[in-house]
DNA sequence: GAGCACTGC
């Protein structure tokens, strides 16, 4: 019986014929997996392998290295569930690990699938997939050291810009969420893959939703393919059901205790009405009273924290004046996303030394939400929670999102509290009061494919051959309206067609790792003899310097860092002022991003040549790299890279592909001075930081930003004739309501028939176009009292 | 004459 259940079993063919049956010479001596039958392994079969002097994947002997480590393996939680993962593993298709941080779950499940599974004797490989890059560097270089091979031979990474994996050896790989994605793009059911394990999926970010939509749709067809789906303990309920393939099978859970401290929880008595003063308060409370152990404070945003490390440094240094031994002394790290990796790294830096035997120094980070997830800072003791972060909100009266400072989730407060419980018990002080947290906290955050622009999003799903839509098994659907309308942006750059099918100019956006509308900008652009210009342009709005995920609604736009970097001061700004002055060019601001790079480029030599210039090398850096990966999908399509030497016909061209591009972000100058974007009617302005010396009648415009007051930013001129010329139908006048916009644009439309019949009698349906919003004409009327 | 939560391809 059990051979011939032996002989059915489809992964014995892949096997090396010695493995199939028994041998009478003991070739585990040799080979210590002989024996192994895929997804069969039991706990104690890989145990023992593990504790051998040879590495079964390399067949070399184990370093000295390999046991010591082995050892602090032995003690992490997960360690101790071996039997019962591959037990689980081996009967299911799908299965979910649910564990706090710490559990170790990251490093060793991977490796156990990699004992059951036994990729390698199969040519198959096991994704590990994250959220976040350094995440997966750092993973793999662990999981690679534990396992005693070299990174990128056996066990490697691919993230963006960076592919660390022997494609002919490689049998675990830890991989960023897009970079799954963008494989499956090509691969839609993922082939090369035995299993693929989804980890942080409680983090809820687009790519694992998206993934998680994908995967649950292979496993269906591919019934070889195992899914293992990890989280942190919280709502796993919702995922057990959603994974359920069959309504009569529960999916089955691992649940692994975490290895964090208890952290006692302080609330206020009342609620505070300045979290900011609050915050410094309690942070020099615990300086004064607390025993030793470093704070961690979280606040909103850069000048927040800039501000908050001054005051508490100033606070200390007044105390220490006037009781000297009062207090010890303090560092106040501040850490947010856009400071260099090296500051950073400061947070790492130990506590200052207390001054002759007066009372222990102290270390406090002072941070944004990304000491919530992102980095993790050892040796925190002390957690101050304000509960408060910046969050996209999407305002429906204007149509925009932008950064709001709003309360957190209870999951997010839950999560900032373990923060200090990971090097020995802790404390989390709250700034707000218990009855706050349990009456108006939101349970968890939304997830962002709710929050989020679908353009991309659903470019790719098509790409990959999900056709409907709107009847996909997402984890939670967006609203059908956002994917109706990313739809409607894509039909406008023709990526896909009338009936929602992807063109073969669709599919090639997709190849693009760039927003539809960059990536139309980029497919164009050689028809207008400057695709090199585009190349740099689109690197330079594709990467942090400026967002552009405005697409499709215009309904969007918060902030985004700045390519120039405008240090406090007065004299400072000055520089930066006029080094500006020095780079722009007059005729768009996209001409500007242009020059920028060409001058950094030519100035690579010069390693102070972007500081000189008030530039963040960082993010020109990035650009570099964009536009390397970018000119790289352009050859494999035989884009043709060119330019045309007489500069004012090429400035020209560049905004005539920037329309086409851009279609649906053009702006019209009315007369009474205010802008009005084309899509919906909205009344803007042009942003201070824009370097145009004249208002244009038409502007192409790269964001819409919500301050002060709405602004258009990144602007550059365009003419009436090239809308109509490239913008086809979707400057048809019959759509757009009665206006000084489609007075200028039937104007143009005449001079190009050369007749003055009007554009919209050519057609026979009346202007239907309604759309205008409720607030199209409150903005308007606010905008002209302001004048 | 203004202002940047966090990720990812």
Not at 184 to 212: C, G
Not at 561 to 588: E, F, M, S, T, Y
Not at 658 to 686: P, R, W
């Amino acid at each position: 019986m059990a051979s011939s259940k032996l002989q059915n079993n489809p992964y014995l063919s892949h096997l090396p014929p010695h493995q199939k049956g028994a041998s009478r010479s003991n070739p585990s001596a040799k080979d210590p997996l002989y024996g192994f039958i895929p997804r069969r392994v039991k706990g104690n079969q890989a145990r023992k392998v593990m504790e051998r002097d040879l590495n079964p994947f390399t067949k070399q002997p184990y370093s000295g290295r390999y046991k010591a480590l082995l050892n602090s393996r032995k003690e992490l939680p997960v360690f101790g569930r071996m039997d019962e993962f591959f037990k689980i593993f081996n009967e299911n298709q799908i299965m979910i690990v649910v564990g706090e941080t710490g559990a170790g779950k990251s490093t060793q499940i991977p490796q156990f699938v990699a004992f059951s599974d036994l990729p390698h004797t199969r040519r198959k490989m096991v994704a590990c997939v994250q959220p976040r890059r350094l995440a997966a560097m750092s993973l793999a270089t662990r999981v690679a050291d534990e396992m005693d091979v070299h990174l990128g031979e056996h066990v490697g990474y691919s993230i963006r810009f960076e592919e660390m994996i022997d494609p002919d050896t490689t049998f675990l790989k830890y991989m960023t969420g897009g970079m799954l994605l963008r494989e499956a793009q090509n691969d839609p059911t993922l082939e090369r893959y035995s299993t693929i394990i989804l980890d942080e999926v409680h983090e809820r970010s687009l790519d694992t939703d998206i993934l998680m939509g994908i995967l649950k749709g292979i496993a269906k067809k591919r019934k070889d393919l195992k899914i293992i789906v990890m989280s942190a303990t919280m709502n796993v309920t919702k995922f057990r059901k959603y994974f359920n393939l069959r309504s009569d099978e529960q999916v089955s859970l691992l649940k692994v205790p975490g290895r964090t401290h208890p952290v006692e929880v302080f609330y206020t008595q009342e609620p505070e009405p300045d979290y900011l003063e609050a915050a410094i308060r309690t942070t020099m409370m615990i300086h004064r009273s607390e025993a030793p152990g470093d704070i961690l404070l979280f606040l909103t945003g850069e000048q927040e924290i800039e501000d908050a490390c001054r005051k508490i440094k100033l606070e200390v240094k007044d105390a220490i004046k006037q009781h000297p031994g009062s207090v010890g002394p303090i560092v106040c790290i501040p850490l947010y996303s856009s400071l260099s990796p090296q500051k950073q790294q400061s947070i790492f830096d130990s506590p200052p030394v207390a001054i002759k035997g007066g009372p222990s120094g102290r270390k406090v980070v002072v941070a944004t939400n990304i000491a919530e997830t992102s980095i993790t800072i050892d040796g925190i003791v002390y957690v101050v929670d304000p509960g408060v972060s910046k969050q996209k909100v999407y305002n429906p009266q204007i149509r925009v999102e932008s950064l709001v400072v709003s309360s957190i989730s209870k999951a997010s407060a839950q999560q900032r509290a373990g923060r200090a419980g990971r090097l020995r018990p802790g404390k989390c002080f709250r700034l707000y009061t218990e009855r706050e947290f349990h009456r108006e906290m939101e349970e968890y955050d939304h997830p962002e494919i709710l929050r989020s622009n679908l353009s991309t999003t659903v470019l790719t799903l098509l790409k990959i051959g999900i056709k409907d839509l709107v009847t996909f098994d997402f984890v939670d659907p967006p609203a059908p309206e956002l994917l109706l309308r990313a739809l409607k942006l894509l039909n406008y750059l023709a990526a896909v067609d009338d009936d929602g099918n992807l063109t073969p100019l669709g599919a090639m956006m997709a190849e693009f790792p760039v927003e539809p509308q960059l990536a139309k900008l980029l497919i164009v652009s050689p028809k207008f003899r400057c695709s090199n210009e585009i190349l740099t342009i689109t690197a330079m709005m594709s990467g942090r310097l400026t967002s552009n995920d405005s697409a499709t609604t215009s309904l969007l736009i918060s902030s985004a860092p700045n390519i120039w970097i405008c240090p406090p001061g007065a004299r400072q700004r000055q520089g930066a002022d006029a080094a500006k002055k020095h780079l722009a060019v007059h005729d768009g601001d996209h001409l500007t991003l242009l020059e920028v790079y060409n001058q950094y480029y030519l100035n690579l030599h010069d390693k102070n040549w972007a500081w000189n210039n008030y530039l963040s090398a960082q993010s020109l850096k990035e650009a570099e790299m964009i536009r390397k990966q970018l000119k790289g999908v352009m050859e494999r399509f035989y884009i043709e890279l060119n330019s045309l030497s007489d500069e004012k016909k090429l400035f020209t061209n560049v905004r005539q592909a920037l329309v086409c591009g851009f279609l649906m972000q053009i702006a019209h100058k009315e007369k009474d001075g205010n802008y009005l974007t084309l899509k919906d009617n909205q009344v803007v302005a042009l942003h201070p930081s824009c370097d145009l010396i004249t208002q244009p009648e038409w502007v192409v415009y790269n964001e819409f930003v919500l301050s002060s007051r709405p602004y258009i930013r990144t602007v550059s001129e365009v003419k009436a004739e090239w809308l109509i010329e490239f913008g086809g139908k979707y400057f048809d006048l019959v759509s757009f309501p009665d206006g000084e916009t489609k007075s200028a644009l039937q104007r143009a439309w005449n001079k190009r028939m050369g007749t003055t019949e009007s554009a919209s009698d050519r057609t026979s349906k009346p202007s239907k176009r309604k759309d205008k919003g409720p607030s199209g004409g409150i903005q308007k009327k606010k905008a002209n009292r302001r004048r």
